[in-house]
């Protein structure tokens, strides 16, 4: 465990890492909540904090020590939208997509946004890998082909023009 934050003595002392400008106690100290805040929060920062509180006099055994898990989530990146095969009458097209970025790792939407769906058909879609399978194609599929990239973070979207 790396040391980033000590209240010793009266004195606030911030340790040297990289949350040293980042890093501090969310109320004046001293005061019975220790709270810390972290500004400006980065994947990296992710891991496990804990807090160890030594009292003055204090003759227990007890340890006061309490330990938290942060998660610090990623938004997706811009995905990419990408074409496979060739758009002609009755042949078989894959659209993919994919994020470079993203934490959890995003869940990939397709949809038809242009023309209006005047029919249906049944895409084979992959909602973890961002793939959009159209197979027997016909002039009735072209259109505009978005992909919602998205997780607990938010979402980004990328769009394909299909010419058939």
């Known amino acids: 465990p790396v040391q980033i934050l000590a209240y010793l003595d009266g004195v606030e002392k911030v340790e040297e890492t990289d949350l040293k400008s980042r890093v501090g106690f969310l109320y004046p100290t001293p005061t019975y909540n220790i709270s810390v805040l972290i500004n400006a929060t980065q994947e990296r920062d992710s891991g496990q904090y804990m807090c160890t509180v030594n009292v003055v006099d204090d003759s227990s055994t007890v340890r006061n020590v309490g330990i ?67 197979t027997n194609l016909t002039l009735e599929m072209s259109g505009v082909y978005v992909c919602s990239a998205e997780n607990q973070a938010g979402f980004k979207n990328c769009s394909i023009d299909l010419e058939v």
């Open 68 to 134: 938290i898990n942060l998660t610090v989530l990623v938004p997706p990146a811009a995905p990419t939208c990408q074409l496979h095969g060739t758009p002609a009458v009755g042949a078989n097209v894959t659209l993919s997509c994919s994020s470079k970025k993203g934490k959890p790792l995003p869940v990939y939407q397709w949809q038809r946004t242009d023309p209006t769906v005047q029919f249906f058909f049944p895409p084979a879609q992959g909602k973890a890998r961002g793939t959009l399978k159209l």
